[in-house]
């Protein structure tokens, strides 16, 4: 499409994605020159629509970024008050005790939010600002400059036929030209894809890691409920066949958030993550939680969990990497966004030093150091070697040996150095004759749902006459090569059934897709990539 006549707009900054980070990066940009040009470009039908987060928000991002936020409204409502965490066998538990926990595992003075609602506020304090916001307009392309710097993007194409020429009511949508192009599109972003792949900047790196989170949001019995208690737990379901847990974090209105995340790096291709959560909610202690209440909404989104020694490189000519684009969350703490939030700031001071200077098009090696040597290297480095050690030595160990080494770190220093990741999570998947067919329990309807009546609760939407944007390099490999070999996992890893086997025929069902990304990451063959729909496509999250 490269033909393709189209109309460009100039700007100071294009910042590709309305989440914590790239509405972090607009808002920072209009605190220190109101009369930059910004402009913010989202793929979901609003902000907020594609925000999928547990979540408990530290504020420490929002303190530096916005001090006064409490004054201006933000939808941060309930504080934590109670921190529990436990270890689960299969009909009870056991309360692991907070004393012996590193500091930086306490929730207190942390909130449980919808990160949703909270990037709707941000997107009014930036637009009060004078920053543009577009949603609806997937960034498709990127648009290089005559030196190979990334100079913009491709928004807002729309109208192909399935087979992606133009059809009848195309549009070929606009180019949005920066003197700096922030990428903020979340994990596993294809733009961010493209970048890293073209200006290898994870050379030397280790391999990123990634986790699959999925979460209900469920509306419970009052008299269960307990507005701001957080509980996180281990252990069973999963026990060995992976790594992972759940997190249970009561909000006001008597509601809670439901979570489970399976570690991507799980070896038995018959493993079935969805299957998994939905077991989870079965455990007594859950049960009883749960039991009277109805469930109101459902999503999914993969994780980024690689941590420090996983971060490639944030920049190269033009363009700069912004939050889980480059991989910051607190693996033990399972938060992500106050970095997120913090890599906005520290790109846009960068981006306006430059602009400053009369610079535009190279590399802002000042974010760079930023976020290496600042807070967000400091809160990732003394937890660098959590995941490692859970991939390697199994549950037991690393909480021992984990808590252990994040107390050394507090003081400075590790007596095991830097882990390596070693295997992606694709190449972490086993041959299926070498493990045992798993079997899982039908779901009830009532605490536990099929996959496809769940999706319901995404309200995930895409035009159907549009080109599938899960793209299959070879469409011979799902059956000539992960069905033999691997049972085709597509079918099982996916939490939204997208992936089918019907009559010996490998069916992609695109119009369930959530936009978690888990088939670009976890396919064995690594023969599915996932490019953005048309803008406006995907879930449509109320309050994740």
């Given amino acids: 499409m490269s033909e393709v006549e189209r109309e460009a707009m100039e700007y100071d900054v294009v910042v590709v994605g309305a989440g914590p980070a790239g509405l972090s990066a607009a808002i920072r940009l209009k605190q220190l020159n109101a009369d930059l040009d910004v402009v913010v470009l989202e793929k979901g039908s609003e902000v907020g629509a594609h925000i999928l987060s547990g979540a408990v928000l530290d504020p420490c991002g929002l303190d530096a970024l916005i001090p006064d936020w409490k004054a201006k409204g933000a939808p941060l409502n309930t504080p934590v008050k109670e921190d529990n965490f436990y270890m689960l066998g299969e009909a009870g538990q056991i309360r692991v005790p907070n004393f012996p926990m590193p500091p930086l595992m306490n929730n207190h003075h942390n909130y449980i939010v919808s990160m949703g609602n909270v990037c709707r506020w941000m997107a009014e304090q930036a637009e009060e600002m004078g920053v543009e ?41 606009m180019e949005l030209h920066g003197k700096y192009v922030f990428l903020s599109e979340g994990v596993r972003g294809s733009l961010a894809k493209e970048v890293i792949a073209k200006y290898d900047l994870s050379a030397g790196k280790e391999p990123q890691k990634f986790g699959l989170g999925m979460k209900e949001i469920w509306e419970i019995d009052p008299a269960k409920h307990k507005e701001g208690t957080v509980t996180h737990t281990m252990g069973w379901p999963l ?29 038995n291709p018959h493993l079935y993550p969805y299957m ?35 971060m490639p490189k944030m920049v190269a ?28 700031k520290a790109a846009a001071e ?11 098009g190279d590399e802002l090696s000042d974010y760079e150091t930023e ?7 400091k809160d990732l480095k003394k937890v660098r070697n959590v995941k490692p050690m859970w991939s390697k030595w199994g549950l037991s160990a690393s909480l021992a040996f984990g808590g252990f080494d994040m107390w050394t770190n507090t003081l400075g220093f590790s007596l095991f150095g830097t882990i390596k990741h070693g295997k992606t999570d694709a190449e972490a998947t086993g041959k299926a004759a070498d493990y045992p067919v798993l079997e899982y329990p039908k779901p009830d309807g009532k605490l536990s749902f099929d996959r496809l009546t769940n999706v319901s609760f995404a309200m995930t939407n895409h035009e159907e006459s549009q080109p599938a944007h899960l793209q299959l390099t070879d469409d011979s490999i799902p059956m000539s090569v992960n069905m033999p070999q691997f049972a085709e996992p597509a079918q099982r890893y996916c939490p939204a059934g997208v992936y089918e086997v019907v009559d010996g025929a490998f069916v992609v069902n695109f119009q369930n897709c959530v936009h978690c ?13 996932w490019v953005t729909p048309q803008g406006g496509d995907g879930p449509n999250y109320p309050n994740m």
């Fill in 317 to 344: 000519p033009g363009v700069a990497m912004l939050g889980c684009s480059v991989g910051m969350v607190n693996v033990p703490r399972i938060k992500g966004n106050h970095n997120a939030m913090l890599s906005g």
């Fill in 371 to 377: 976020v290496r040597d600042g807070a967000i290297g």
């Fill in 517 to 529: 990304k888990t088939c670009d990451i976890k396919d064995p063959s690594q023969n599915i990539t």
């Fill in 239 to 267: 026990n060995k066949n992976a790594g992972g847990g759940s997190f249970i974090y009561h909000l006001d209105n008597n509601q809670v958030y439901v979570g489970f995340v399976v570690h991507l790096n799980y070896k």
């Fill in 350 to 360: 960068a981006a306006y030093a430059a602009i400053q200077a009369d610079r535009s």
């Fill in 276 to 310: 998994e959560f939905q077991r989870f909610k079965h455990h007594p202690m859950v049960a009883n939680l749960l039991e009277g209440g109805k469930r109101v909404a459902y999503g999914a989104r993969a994780i980024s969990e690689g941590g420090y020694q996983s």
């Fill in 133 to 173: 916001i577009f949603p609806g307009m997937a960034c498709s392309e990127l648009v290089y400059g005559e030196n190979g710097e990334v100079k913009g993007v491709v928004a807002g194409e729309f109208g192909k036929n399935a087979d992606g020429t133009p059809g009848p009511s195309y549009e070929p949508g």
